[in-house]
Nanobody, 122 residues
Framework: VQLVESGGGLVQPGGSLRLSCAAS????????MGWFRQAPGKEREFVAA????????FYADSVKGRFTISRDNAKSTVYLQMNSLKPEDTAVYYC?????WGTGNPRDYDYWGRGTQVTVSS
């Protein structure tokens, strides 16, 4: 199993970024996926998750209405569209495979990527 994130970078407050996570080594379309983030000195925090189809998603309250998770099963890729970014969104963003649906607990995710840095600053 391999998960590789991309798309991070430096963006001004109010800006947008789209993160991608390319998956390989497993039947991607059969698994729920999630995004987490970790800021310096803080614990890893749940951001969003998506079921095997695009019809079921859920979000942390801190990003609801600003971030959108989606997936393309044909490309084995999950995305995180981030709009109206704030300085407090600065973190390393990780994608992960869920072994239990409907949870934001990191312990319920069994494989993780190495992360991509997102910095929101003027």
């Amino acid at each position: 199993v391999q998960l590789v994130e991309s798309g991070g970078g430096l963006v001004q407050p109010g800006g947008s970024l789209r993160l991608s996570c390319a998956a390989s080594g497993f039947s991607f379309s059969s698994w729920a996926m999630g995004w987490f983030r970790q800021a310096p000195g803080k614990e890893r925090e749940f951001v969003a998750a998506i079921f095997w189809s695009n019809s079921n998603t859920f979000y942390a309250d801190s990003v609801k209405g600003r971030f959108t998770i989606s997936r393309d099963n044909a490309k084995s890729t999950v995305y995180l569209q981030m709009n109206s970014l704030k300085p407090e969104d600065t973190a390393v963003y990780y994608c992960a495979r869920a072994n239990t649906w409907g949870t934001g607990n990191p312990r319920d995710y069994d494989y993780w990527g190495r992360g991509t840095q997102v910095t929101v600053s003027s």
